[in-house]
């Protein structure tokens, strides 16, 4: 891929993340979501070839960011039963059935029949993934039912998934709401040493393998553009951990309401 496609890709993620995001119902925030755009434009920028999957789809907000990031013969797949929960029933956040469609389309992100996969991850395989993507996965986003089996499951398949330079990101590590989500995900870095945290947020926990781990930690620590970040341990190693501050949280919070209102 020449500089000039990689070039066009990261443009689409920041105008993404900038004008369209908040226009799309989700739980995605400014902070992650930038995060995401530079570890994809990070991989695209060195060209690491494979495919992007999310468990737990919603309305899309962060599955578009990662169809934004398809080059030629890649697939973007939305793993999502598409029915709305009783957590979003009656909420602003229902209408999963066809949510994902109308935003893509308000949005002109064409997606294939073949990277819509409608079921529970818990009920499928590896091989299952592989045979819809026609490859390996590059991104697995982690945000499907968060109870412990279903939190192991989905782990379990990004890892037989996963490419040598894939990251993993699990939604709602620590989050109190959710205790089965870190429990899992502990369990889960305890057990292999081929896949290790590297970057953290109050959202998020982005694994690697080991030695690319690193390398997508120092790509990070030279975003200046990003928030504020030190490093963490986490099962003996440093991690790097991000935060927003209140004035940036508070800006967010703000220009998401006006974008809405007015959208």
């Given amino acids: 891929m020449d500089a000039a496609s990689m070039n066009s890709i990261s443009i689409s993620l920041d105008r993404y993340t900038v004008r369209s995001m908040e226009r799309v119902h989700g739980y995605l925030s400014s902070l992650d979501a930038g995060l995401i ?30 169809a934004l990031a398809r080059r030629p013969g890649e697939r973007a797949l939305a793993i999502d039963l ?16 066809r949510a994902l469609f109308a935003n ?26 592989l045979t819809r993507t026609t490859g390996r ?9 968060h109870l412990y089996q279903h939190v192991e499951n989905d782990l379990r398949l ?17 989050n109190k709401d959710w205790p089965d989500a870190s429990f899992a995900a502990y369990d889960f870095l305890r057990q292999t040493d081929a896949i290790v945290p590297f970057a953290i947020t109050s ?26 970040n030190y490093c963490v341990q986490i099962l003996g190693r440093e991690v790097l951990s991000f935060r927003q501050g209140m004035v940036k949280r508070g800006y967010d919070l703000l220009r998401g309401l006006i974008i809405r209102r007015v959208s």
């Fill in 203 to 228: 959202s998020k926990l982005y694994l690697a393998a080991p030695k690319v781990a690193e390398q997508y930690k120092v790509a990070l620590s030279k975003r200046a553009d990003l928030a504020q």
């Fill in 82 to 97: 598409f029915e709305d929960d009783a957590i979003n029933e009656n909420t602003q956040h229902a209408g999963r059935d």
């Fill in 37 to 66: 755009a530079a570890l994809l434009s990070y991989q695209d920028e060195k060209n690491l070839q494979g495919h992007l999957c999310e468990i737990g789809v919603h309305h899309g907000r962060l599955f578009l960011l990662l």
């Fill in 158 to 174: 990004a890892e037989r998934t996963l490419t040598a330079e894939g990251i993993i990101a699990v939604d709602d590590f620590f």
């Fill in 137 to 145: 996965i590059r991104f697995f986003s982690i945000d499907g039912c």
């Fill in 104 to 129: 893509a389309r308000r949005l002109g992100i064409e997606l294939s029949e073949e990277e819509i996969y409608k079921t529970s991850s818990i009920d499928i395989e590896h091989t299952d993934i």
